[in-house]
């Protein structure tokens, strides 16, 4: 199937590259300011250990540095992979322009998905993809979307996602979406009793023991002749 058919068959509007970098733009001043405050704490520390004589202060700064370097890395990792699937596939920068990331659930039909939490593993890979479109300050992924017909960066392509111009659809599709995930997940513990109840009778049957039958004595060559 060509790529225009793919554009064709999506319903809603696909946000535009202005949009999507504005968005990012937004984002990574967000997380700008999560790191800065992470890391404001402990040098707020060491300047107050700087006019102080207490020695104490001084293992509790060599502890607070990296641990506040910790919390700030888990922060910024956390907003990208963990608020979108929270949000249904919104971040601030997503929401300021309107803009949402969806799954592409079948290309043929078009139809979208919004990202709910059971989609915590996508959302890691495509954070782990997305390095790839930051290279060259973000050149990378804005030469992808260039090419991409749906406007899809190399993480979005990867993970079959594409991010709509549309922020407020309607949540029929979330429900479906939720609706099917219950049914799949019912339908697989269905499957997985019957696989462990033909399993056990599988092995009673081998259990079973075998009726060995009676051997036949040989005739004696007497009694074949009277016989014959």
């Excluded at 700064?61 to 919104?90: C, D, E, H, K, Q």
């Excluded at 075998?210 to 040989?218: D, G, R, V, Y």
Aim: proline share 4%.
């Amino acid at each position: 199937m060509s790529e225009e058919k793919k554009i064709i068959k999506i319903k809603e509007p696909i946000a535009t590259i202005s949009d999507r970098i504005l968005a990012t733009i937004i984002d990574f001043f967000i997380v700008d300011l999560i790191v800065l405050v992470c890391l404001a704490l402990p040098f707020a520390f060491h300047v107050s250990f700087i006019f102080s004589t207490k020695p104490a202060l001084e293992v509790l700064l060599y502890i607070f540095w990296p641990l506040m370097s910790v919390v700030a890395a888990l922060a910024s990792s956390a907003y990208f992979i963990y608020w979108p699937i929270r949000t249904n596939g919104l971040t601030i920068g997503k929401k300021a322009l309107g803009i949402r990331l969806m799954l592409i659930a079948d290309s043929q039909s078009g139809e979208l998905y919004f990202l709910t939490n059971d989609d915590l593993l996508l959302s890691f890979k495509r954070f782990i993809f997305s390095f790839v479109d930051m290279q060259l300050f973000g050149g990378l992924g804005m030469i992808f979307m260039n090419k991409s017909p749906i406007i899809q960066t190399f993480a979005d392509k990867k993970l079959n996602t594409v991010v709509v111009d549309s922020e407020d659809l309607e949540r029929e599709t979330l429900d479906k979406r939720i609706a099917n995930q219950y049914l799949k997940n019912n339908k697989e513990k269905i499957d997985d009793k019957k696989e462990s109840e033909e399993e056990k009778e599988e092995v009673k049957e081998e259990k079973k023991p075998i009726k060995k039958e009676p051997k036949k004595k040989k005739k004696s060559q007497d009694e074949e002749k009277k016989e014959e």
